[in-house]
């Protein structure tokens, strides 16, 4: 059974940074790609960045890109997202996801097998 912990949301104003840590139980964590996602109150799950097995590849949203880095560090079996110019659209609940295909989109939300709980992002104006 695999569990992901999502943590290092909270309150921040405009302008500000967070980073975000998705840490993954077993042991085959560097073998999978993994993903962040957020859902704001009335809104679907969105996809927000990706980054492939190895950390050779990185995917992004047309909304966060150039201010959101994804990174992982395989030997912690941990995965960060860090926001930066965070703006007051990008309040939400994010989640970390693994994916366990090797080909097909990363964008999806189909093609994600394993969620966390969620971690509240919230930037004030």
């Known amino acids: 059974q695999v569990q992901l912990v999502e943590s290092g949301g909270g309150l921040v104003q405009a302008g500000g940074s967070l980073r975000l840590s998705c840490a993954a139980s077993g042991r085959t964590f560097s073998s999978y790609a993994m993903g962040w996602f957020r859902q704001a109150p009335g809104k679907e799950r969105e996809f927000v960045a990706a980054?492939?097995?190895?950390?050779?590849?990185?995917y992004y949203a047309d909304s966060v890109k150039g201010r959101f880095t994804i990174s992982r560090d395989n030997a912690k079996n941990t995965v960060y997202l860090q926001m930066n110019s965070l703006k007051p659209e990008d309040t939400a609940v994010y989640y970390c996801a693994r994916r366990p295909f090797v080909s097909g989109s990363y964008y999806v939300l189909y093609e994600y097998d394993y969620w966390g709980q969620g971690t509240q992002v919230t930037v004030s104006s």
């Open positions: 980054i492939s097995w190895s950390g050779g590849s990185t």
